[in-house]
Nanobody, 124 residues
């Protein structure tokens, strides 16, 4: 059983940066693929980025490529999402998730563990 806790969200102006962190407890963190998703009220949850257990496989949704970077530190049991050049359309609740599949996958149904989410608001 894995528990995930996100942090690092907040209010930032367009063009600014934030770094989200997701700390994991329980289970063997290095066995899990990790992902970041986001959701706006009234809309479906959207895949943002994913990283395999080893960090060698990474995927991004097209809208964040070149601006966001996902990384992980297995010793610290933490996955990060560095978000640069933020835009108002990046405003959402951001969730991290873990999949025992250990790969980088954009499929939300592959993830069995989810955090509570952290709000990111980008003002224009």
């Amino acid at each position: 059983q894995v528990q995930l806790v996100e942090s690092g969200g907040g209010l930032v102006q367009a063009g600014g940066s934030l770094r989200l962190s997701c700390a994991a407890s329980g289970g063997t963190f290095a066995n899990y693929g990790m992902g970041w998703f986001r959701q706006i009220p009234g809309k479906e949850r959207e895949f943002v980025a994913a990283i395999s257990w080893s960090g060698t496989m990474i995927k991004y949704v097209d809208s964040v490529k070149g601006r966001f970077t996902i990384s992980r530190d297995n010793a610290k049991r933490t996955v990060y999402l560095q978000m640069n050049s933020l835009k108002p359309e990046d405003t959402a609740v951001y969730y991290c998730a873990a999949t025992i599949a250990a790969v980088a996958t954009e499929l939300g149904t592959s993830y069995g563990y989810w955090g509570q989410g952290t709000q990111v608001t980008v003002s224009s």
